[in-house]
């Protein structure tokens, strides 16, 4: 499977810190990014390479050749095969596929030559096949969604909208794209690279292909950073030097702060219903955010009874979480998933759900949530927090076989916070 980089950004935001060379070729640490994306693939056997370049596109070639030299920076081999696609003219974030069409016959991974990434390749592929679609974003939570665009998917992980960030929103989930992509060689059948000129390809590939079905998102709490801007190019090399851009790849263990919702994130006010009466507890947003930053995963688990007994519907549910999200983004912090339990035991509502009324195995104080989060991001429990301020919060926790966190005014037995800040600041900011 060949990997395309389009490796030949100007970087005019980022010219303070290295305008000498490509965007792609500004080392960190003393090694390009672009040497970074390689390693990155390669060490997961993805070898073949095509780099689409244009700008100082010599300082490219000169520096890797084909892919069977010796990196100047560490003294190894590459260990890959490259090929190259000189843009004489530009053409934008996608037309340089157009020279591309008769060589990308299989699947194929398209990324942006100033991302910084850690993935565990392989699930994001397994996703892009299982759902058979034409092309799959990889997308993530940020810390800065407010000026990001905005995607949206349903259950199955398929495109049903996407908000560029100079368009209004209101209540969204923190979701953006991250510049990596799957595509299929189908994609060649579409027309758009018939002809050779400059393409978007946000909004002439990808955007277009939401009303057909055809577009998925692959979402994941994995590393992927841009060097857009001096501020996130040193927070990149920092976060290289501690480790935390290759310990967030999900082929390693993840520590995970599960969060209860109603009385841990936002004021308790009984069954939440209105999405006006959800509001943030104070301090929760810069907890939150502590967290994105130690390096541990925050995943909500809550139980929504409200679903089973008619009094919400999931959709309504969706968007309260959206404004959660959003309330959450504002401040700099993120969810990086979100897992619920619709179910309720007792039965004799109105408008009840019966589907729903059972007795389930996700239902706080049953683990269900939390092993099913653990499967899906590799947790490893015994070293994660579950967090939440009653008594299924912390039975979940122990049955899980996580450290129970209970948030409360009162002196007991056990570990007792306040608040979650103060959990925060004595658990995890110490390590």
């Known amino acids: 499977m060949k990997t395309v980089i389009m490796a030949g950004g100007k970087g005019t935001r980022i010219a303070s810190v290295n305008a000498e060379v490509p965007k792609p070729m500004?080392?960190?640490?003393?090694?390009?990014?672009?040497?970074?994306?390689?390693?990155?693939?390669?060490?997961?056997?993805?070898?073949?390479?095509?780099?689409?370049?244009?700008?100082?596109?010599?300082?490219?070639?000169?520096?890797?050749?084909?892919?069977?030299?010796?990196?100047?920076?560490?003294?190894?081999?590459?260990?890959?095969?490259?090929?190259?696609?000189?843009?004489?003219?530009?053409?934008?974030?996608?037309?340089?596929?157009?020279?591309?069409?008769?060589?990308?016959?299989?699947?194929?991974?398209?990324?942006?030559?100033?991302?910084?990434?850690?993935?565990?390749?392989?699930?994001?592929?397994?996703?892009?096949?299982?759902?058979?679609?034409?092309?799959?974003?990889?997308?993530?939570?940020?810390?800065?969604?407010?000026?990001?665009?905005?995607?949206?998917?349903?259950?199955?992980?398929?495109?049903?909208?996407?908000?560029?960030?100079?368009?209004?929103?209101?209540?969204?989930?923190?979701?953006?794209?991250?510049?990596?992509?799957?595509?299929?060689?189908?994609?060649?059948?579409?027309?758009?690279?018939?002809?050779?000129?400059?393409?978007?390809?946000?909004?002439?590939?990808?955007?277009?292909?939401?009303?057909?079905?055809?577009?998925?998102?692959?979402?994941?709490?994995?590393?992927?950073?841009?060097?857009?801007?001096?501020?996130?190019?040193?927070?990149?090399?920092?976060d290289i030097r501690s480790g935390k851009v290759h310990a967030k790849n999900l082929s390693n263990p993840q520590k995970c702060v599960f969060l209860d919702r109603d009385g841990t994130l936002n004021k308790y006010v009984g069954f939440l219903r209105n999405i006006d009466e959800l509001e943030l507890l104070p301090h929760v947003a810069e907890a939150v955010k502590r967290i994105n930053e130690s390096g541990y995963l925050a995943i909500l688990v809550t139980n929504q009874p409200v679903i089973a007994r008619g009094e919400v519907t999931e959709k309504e549910l969706r968007l309260i979480h959206d404004k959660l999200e959003t309330l959450l983004g504002k401040e700099g912090a993120y969810l990086d998933a979100i897992y619920y339990c619709p179910h309720h035991p007792h039965r004799g509502y109105e408008g009840e759900i019966p589907e729903l009324k059972i007795d389930c195995d996700c239902r706080k104080p049953k683990p269900g949530m939390l092993l099913r989060a653990a499967k899906d991001f590799n947790v490893d429990l015994s070293a994660s927090f579950m967090v939440g301020d009653g008594e299924n919060d912390i039975l979940a926790g122990k049955a899980a076989g996580c450290t129970p966190v209970l948030l409360t005014e009162e002196a007991g037995e056990g570990r007792r916070y306040s608040s979650l800040l103060d959990f925060v600041e004595a658990e995890i900011c110490k390590e």
């Open 26 to 238: 500004i080392p960190i640490l003393g090694k390009p990014i672009l040497e970074y994306q390689l390693e990155c693939l390669r060490d997961q056997g993805y070898t073949e390479f095509i780099l689409v370049i244009g700008h100082l596109g010599h300082v490219v070639k000169d520096y890797f050749g084909d892919g069977s030299g010796v990196s100047p920076a560490t003294g190894k081999p590459f260990g890959v095969t490259i090929e190259y696609v000189v843009e004489t003219e530009p053409l934008g974030t996608a037309g340089a596929l157009t020279l591309l069409r008769d060589r990308l016959t299989e699947d194929f991974l398209l990324l942006c030559g100033d991302v910084i990434f850690d993935i565990d390749v392989r699930r994001f592929y397994d996703f892009h096949l299982a759902s058979g679609g034409l092309a799959t974003l990889f997308t993530h939570p940020n810390s800065h969604p407010y000026d990001s665009g905005i995607i949206a998917a349903d259950k199955e992980g398929r495109v049903t909208s996407w908000l560029h960030k100079e368009e209004p929103r209101l209540w969204y989930r923190n979701r953006v794209n991250a510049g990596l992509h799957f595509f299929s060689p189908k994609i060649f059948d579409t027309g758009l690279f018939d002809t050779l000129r400059k393409i978007d390809l946000d909004r002439e590939v990808l955007k277009p292909l939401i009303p057909t079905g055809a577009l998925y998102v692959y979402d994941s709490p994995e590393y992927v950073k841009d060097m857009g801007t001096p501020d996130r190019f040193y927070a990149v090399t920092e």
